[in-house]
């Protein structure tokens, strides 16, 4: 049986910027399939603590040792020079629908990928439309017909139902792994035993 | 030059358990002296955050995965069963205080690593003078002695000036690893990436 690994990522979170442009590698070397999981993080955050914003910037010191420490992972992982968003954190409901649609579509993890790198490497905002409708351009889509869909009730309900499911799951940050027996991984310094269980269990 | 480095440890924290286990046989390899420094982090989480709680323990969803994947990394870790402390968190005012009281002595690390265990592997409370004063005297110290000095006001302000020294330097957590030219790195997960730092910068 081929192995399989959840990845649940939010667009507006550094660390799962920092394993949206490395998982692909790591798991294809380990013979890993990926089923790409978009969700809306500050819903989970605003269930669980009553707040959307992110535990991690209520800490000015962990805000700031955070923005170190992920620019100091970029740099690690040879990745382009890190910006830290401004403002943080953004909404990332529109890309995070786009994604939703693109779910089986071979080319979500461009999509996500090349979204990540605007956001985290070039400062391109994440609600922004037009930014948005280049990306989706850029990689061959027609970019109307996919926004219109991303703004549908299905696409909507559909988001809604992922997000769901991974408070379900016990997902209260991001990004989250999960293998196939369940078993459960969070951030992207697990990402390498995530991918190692995936295979181990399948 | 040799290659120093700065382990910053609290006797409650499930994580500096983990790397107080293992950093002495991670840094003999690499050649890198450390430098083990107690301090009292409810202190600092009671100024940065208004209560000597871990943030780690508010959200339930994030205290379940916390104990799942401290018992994991501990297997994976060769060490024997993790065993959840009741209650959590324990005040290791004492523990820590005799740390203070030996630093300089080649047997910090041995009596910290035998409190680690008690705690985390056996159950045994972390104020629990004759539990203490056990392992002090299985170690050799003079127990009544040690505990004499550890209680002292000398010991007591180098203890408040220790954690006042990890609150400036930005500590926010634990375990914290600072370099010989202050780069931090916070976490059981960057403890490899802190010898390495230490070695590449001396």
């Known amino acids: 049986m081929t192995a399989r690994l959840q990845f649940w990522f939010e667009f507006a979170s550094p660390y799962s910027y920092l394993s949206a442009m ?6 294809n070397r380990s013979g890993v399939e990926l089923d790409w999981r978009p969700f809306l993080l500050g819903a989970i955050f605003k ?7 992110s535990p991690m910037t209520k800490n000015p010191k ?5 923005w170190m420490d992920v620019a100091r992972q970029s740099h690690r992982y040879r990745l382009s020079p890190f910006k830290v968003p401004d403002p943080f954190p953004q909404n990332g409901l529109l890309p995070t629908r786009i994604a939703c649609h693109l779910m089986g579509d071979s080319r979500l993890p461009e999509f996500a990928r090349t979204v990540y790198s605007a956001h985290f490497q070039k400062g391109a905002g994440l ?10 351009e850029q990689l061959g889509f027609d970019a109307k017909s996919v926004l219109e869909k991303a703004g549908s009730l299905t696409v909507k309900q559909k988001l809604r139902n992922l997000t769901d499911e991974a408070d379900s799951l016990g997902v209260f940050g991001a990004p989250f792994f999960v293998t196939q027996n369940g078993e459960m991984f969070w951030g992207d310094d697990r990402l390498e035993q995530a991918v190692e269980s995936a295979l181990a269990k399948s």
């Open 22 to 27: 490395r998982i692909e590698e790591t798991a």
């Open 47 to 53: 269930k669980d603590l009553g707040s959307i914003d």
């Open 62 to 66: 962990k805000a700031d040792y955070m």
């Open 127 to 136: 609600t922004d439309a037009t930014a948005l409708t280049n990306i989706l």
